[in-house]
């Protein structure tokens, strides 16, 4: 191993420790990066058609403003109303299902699952208690410490301003990056990062566009039908559709379950089928092929298990790190391979296959 490499160990191992050390503050930061990558492209383009690069982040930034605090004057009312009305509704929903949806099953199959059902009442039931009881608490000593509060709104506080200085300065972060590596190896890092950079950009930028757009369309649709809970099914539903197929699964289970327990007859599910069968027609002819084109994104196993070990190992930040490591992880993982297919070892094993009798 070159000094080269065992330096190079060396410094991942540090950043690591460090990241573990900064990891209550480092939240605000790595938002702010996600939210300048996500920004960049728009500011280039602005760039190129010959507004200046703050003026053109000025612009950027504002956009990204306006989206998000609309989207929380507008959405987050709506759905904590409808996530209270799905709370207040649970005991009926239960009720509904142990008289008329476990008899019908017990018909068909023979099978009684009235005991195993009302183990699994009480248990969502005492969980959905624990939950409100946990956030009150929490809610309660938030507002008893006043430096922790203090703390959590600096915290959002400095999202868009760090923002608007990773934008304003982020292709100048690039070149001083690439001009800081080593000749012998900057063509090389240049081509991986410029592959990470496709990978990143068709799932972050291209796989979140079309989760938005599937859950405007599910919530449009399941609201137009009068279901209930329609625009919470919708919004989980798209958020479920990082992961392909997993968001119309969800969806028409969930809104099919509401939709007979709301309507009482199956032919409520006709409807419930048409509007996932309309997203899936939009997502499959126009949003992959205009968002994401022939870009190779995470496979969904890669996504889920990303995503999962992140929380686990960081919490929030690591959920935040998760798929652009991830992104990272399977770029050098395929570049590796293509070294071990062209390398003697690989040649070498394949000749001797060949020369057995």
């Not at 507004?51 to 982040?57: E, M, P, S």
């Not at 509704?89 to 009235?114: H, K, R, Y």
């Not at 240049?190 to 938005?212: I, K």
């Not at 391979?337 to 690989?346: D, F, I, K, P, V």
Request: proline share 4%; hydrophobic share 55%.
């Amino acid at each position: 191993m070159s000094k080269l490499q065992i330096a190079s160990l060396i410094g991942a191992a540090l950043a690591l420790w460090l990241m573990v050390l900064l990891e209550p503050i480092l939240m605000p930061f790595f938002v702010s990066l996600i939210l300048a990558y996500l920004g960049d492209p728009i500011t280039d383009w602005l760039e190129g058609r010959g507004l200046a690069r703050r003026w053109a982040v000025s612009i950027v930034f504002l956009l990204l403003g306006v989206g998000i605090i609309g989207a929380v004057l507008i959405l987050v009312p709506v759905l904590g109303r409808q996530l209270a009305q799905l709370i207040e509704a649970l005991p009926a929903i239960f009720n509904w299902v142990q008289t008329s949806v476990l008899p019908e099953v017990q018909d068909l199959t023979g099978v009684d699952l009235t005991a195993d059902f009302d183990q699994l009442r009480n248990a969502l039931m005492s969980n959905w208690r624990e939950t409100g009881t946990f956030a009150a608490a929490f809610l309660a000593q938030a507002s008893r410490s006043g430096l922790a509060l203090a703390v959590w709104i600096g915290n959002i506080a400095l999202i868009p301003v760090v923002t608007f200085y990773l934008l304003l300065d982020f292709d100048r972060i690039k070149r001083y990056l690439r001009d800081m590596l080593p000749r012998h190896i900057e063509p090389r890092a240049t081509a991986l990062a410029r592959e990470c950079d496709d990978v990143l950009s068709a799932f972050l930028r291209g796989q979140l566009l079309v989760m938005l757009s599937l859950g405007v369309i599910y919530a449009v649709g399941l609201s137009v039908l009068g279901l209930k809970f329609g625009l919470l099914i919708g919004v989980f539903a798209g958020l479920a559709s990082i992961v392909p197929y997993l968001g119309v699964i969800v969806g028409v289970v969930t809104a099919g379950v509401v939709a007979f327990f709301q309507f009482g007859e199956w032919t409520a599910l006709v409807g419930v089928l048409v509007v996932f069968g309309i997203g899936q027609v939009v997502e499959s002819t126009l949003l992959q092929p205009l968002l994401l084109g022939d870009k190779i994104g995470l496979h969904p196993v890669a996504v889920i298990f990303a995503v999962l070990a992140g929380g686990q190992l960081f919490g929030f930040t690591g959920i935040l790190l998760a798929l652009p490591v991830a992104a990272v992880i399977m770029v050098l993982l395929r570049h590796l391979y293509g070294r071990y297919r062209r390398s003697h070892l690989y040649d070498r094993g394949l000749a001797s296959e060949e020369n057995s009798p």
